[in-house]
């Protein structure tokens, strides 16, 4: 399963699309100098949050390698960097985790690189309602890829994303000689959100890249690119806004400009009910309504609720400004006034915990639990206090 042909070879990528790299720029003046020392290797792992732009960064890289222009290398405009761009490089490999051949066919895998192709602004392409993983199909084409030479000659570039996301060591066993001693002149890219999930023969055997959350003037510049991309105008006020709810994150962005609010107003009925319901609502509510849905779903829920927590600590800190949502900024000051700033900033850490554990398809009522108990009990009780007593010895 690799795209090899999408749009005309001689169209220049637009700034905003999926495959173009935005920040992360010592991570790539590192990777420029170890090429050109010639001391480049050959098996990468790319950690970082979900949306970070793992994948655009192993895209970027393969740009690096295969570039055909002048320095600074990728230069962006030769004829390899606009094929890898618009998804139609034959010797750059794309994989990702899909859901079992049984539910998804060959013709199925066609069209949905036609809407990657067509639309490449929208993350939901490979969002999939059956359980999505590697699969040992895609380990057996990657295999025969790698032992046939590059269709140009030159190197050749396989992007595994997500590739924690295995049901089994079958795959990883399936790929790991080719990890131990790359055939020449082959690089592979893998990336994953959540690196502790991969077996330490895997692990021992990448070269890791940490990329961390872009800063705000970046995101800034990406929630511009990528509203122009996708032909939309958005207010410089509105700007901010989606700058900040993605904490640093573009494919965030992504996912928020072709998102309804519903997931971010029901962020905010949540913590209004952890502010008046306590943990016990919480517990009630974790059973109630996160047994089944899929991972995206459970992931963009937890997204919503940081990103109001960030804002209520903001403003528990006396920052009113930057926020995602300053329409809520009356219930933020009412919140902030119960707020323990010890137990909300430990409740952040649950909450980011709370990611990791969905990512490792724990068990979702669970890991709501422990977050809405950490948010619910970050409030001090409306009720008054008794008057402390002291009792001589």
Same mark, same amino acid.
């Given at each position: 399963?690799?795209?090899?042909?999408?749009?005309?070879?001689?169209?220049?990528?637009?700034?905003?699309?999926?495959?173009?790299?935005?920040?992360?720029?010592?991570?790539?003046?590192?990777?420029?100098?170890?090429?050109?020392?010639?001391?480049?290797?050959?098996?990468?792992?790319?950690?970082?949050?979900?949306?970070?732009?793992?994948?655009?960064?192993?895209?970027?890289?393969?740009?690096?390698?295969?570039?055909?222009?002048?320095?600074?290398?990728?230069?962006?405009?030769?004829?390899?960097?606009?094929?890898?761009?618009?998804?139609?490089?034959?010797?750059?490999?794309?994989?990702?985790?899909?859901?079992?051949?049984?539910?998804? &066919?060959?013709?199925?895998?066609?069209?949905?690189?036609?809407?990657?192709?067509?639309?490449?602004?929208?993350?939901?392409?490979?969002?999939?309602?059956?359980?999505?993983?590697?699969?040992?199909?895609?380990?057996?084409?990657?295999?025969?890829?790698?032992?046939?030479?590059?269709?140009?000659?030159?190197?050749?570039?396989?992007?595994?994303?997500?590739?924690?996301?295995?049901?089994?060591?079958?795959?990883?066993?399936?790929?790991?000689?080719?990890?131990?001693?790359?055939?020449?002149?082959? &690089?592979?890219?893998?990336?994953?959100?959540?690196?502790?999930?991969?077996?330490?023969?895997?692990?021992?055997?990448?070269?890791?890249?940490?990329?961390?959350?872009?800063?705000?003037?970046?995101?800034?510049?990406?929630?511009?690119?990528?509203?122009?991309?996708?032909? &939309?105008?958005?207010?410089?006020?509105?700007?901010?806004?989606?700058?900040?709810?993605?904490?640093?994150?573009?494919?965030?962005?992504?996912?928020?400009?072709?998102?309804?609010?519903?997931?971010?107003?029901?962020?905010?009925?949540?913590?209004?009910?952890?502010?008046?319901?306590?943990?016990?609502?919480?517990?009630?509510?974790?059973?109630?309504?996160?047994?089944?849905?899929?991972?995206?779903?459970?992931?963009?829920?937890?997204?919503?609720?940081? &990103?109001?927590?960030?804002?209520?600590?903001?403003?528990?800190?006396?920052?009113?400004?930057?926020?995602?949502?300053?329409?809520?900024?009356?219930?933020?000051?009412?919140?902030?006034?119960?707020?323990?700033?010890?137990?909300?900033?430990?409740?952040?850490?649950?909450?980011?915990?709370?990611?990791?554990?969905?990512?490792?398809?724990?068990?979702?009522?669970?890991?709501?639990?422990?977050?809405?108990?950490?948010?619910?009990?970050?409030?001090?009780?409306?009720?008054?206090?008794?008057?402390?007593?002291?009792?001589?010895?």
């Amino acid at each position: 399963m690799t795209p090899r042909k999408a749009g005309r070879a001689d169209e220049a990528p637009s700034v905003a699309r999926p495959l173009e790299l935005f920040g992360h720029h010592e991570a790539r003046e590192r990777l420029r100098a170890e090429l050109a020392l010639g001391t480049l290797p050959r098996v990468f792992l790319i950690t970082g949050p979900r949306g970070v732009g793992k994948e655009a960064f192993g895209f970027w890289l393969a740009r690096l390698l295969l570039c055909e222009g002048p320095d600074p290398r990728p230069c962006g405009g030769c004829s390899s960097c606009r094929k890898i761009a618009g998804l139609q490089h034959p010797d750059v490999h794309w994989f990702f985790p899909v859901p079992a051949e049984s539910a998804f &066919t060959e013709n199925e895998w066609v069209k949905l690189l036609g809407k990657i192709r067509d639309a490449p602004l929208d993350p939901s392409h490979t969002r999939f309602t059956q359980p999505a993983s590697f699969r040992m199909h895609q380990a057996a084409t990657i295999r025969k890829l790698a032992a046939t030479k590059s269709f140009q000659g030159g190197e050749q570039v396989f992007v595994l994303g997500d590739y924690e996301q295995n049901p089994s060591d079958q795959v990883h066993n399936a790929l790991l000689k080719l990890f131990e001693e790359p055939p020449p002149r082959t &690089t592979f890219v893998l990336t994953s959100s959540r690196a502790q999930g991969l077996p330490a023969t895997i692990l021992s055997r990448c070269r890791p890249v940490r990329l961390r959350p872009l800063p705000e003037d970046e995101m800034r510049g990406f929630v511009m690119a990528a509203a122009s991309g996708l032909g &939309t105008s958005v207010s410089e006020v509105r700007v901010g806004e989606l700058a900040a709810r993605a904490e640093g994150r573009p494919g965030r962005v992504l996912e928020l400009l072709h998102a309804e609010e519903a997931p971010t107003d029901e962020a905010a009925e949540l913590l209004r009910a952890a502010l008046e319901g306590g943990p016990i609502a919480s517990y009630a509510w974790s059973l109630a309504n996160t047994a089944r849905g899929t991972r995206e779903e459970h992931n963009r829920r937890l997204d919503g609720l940081a &990103t109001l927590w960030r804002d209520l600590l903001r403003v528990r800190a006396g920052l009113g400004e930057s926020l995602a949502r300053p329409d809520l900024l009356d219930f933020y000051r009412e919140a902030a006034e119960r707020l323990d700033p010890q137990r909300g900033a430990a409740a952040a850490l649950e909450l980011e915990r709370g990611r990791e554990r969905v990512q490792a398809n724990v068990y979702a009522p669970l890991v709501f639990w422990r977050v809405f108990h950490a948010l619910a009990s970050s409030f001090e009780s409306r009720a008054p206090r008794a008057p402390a007593t002291y009792s001589a010895p």
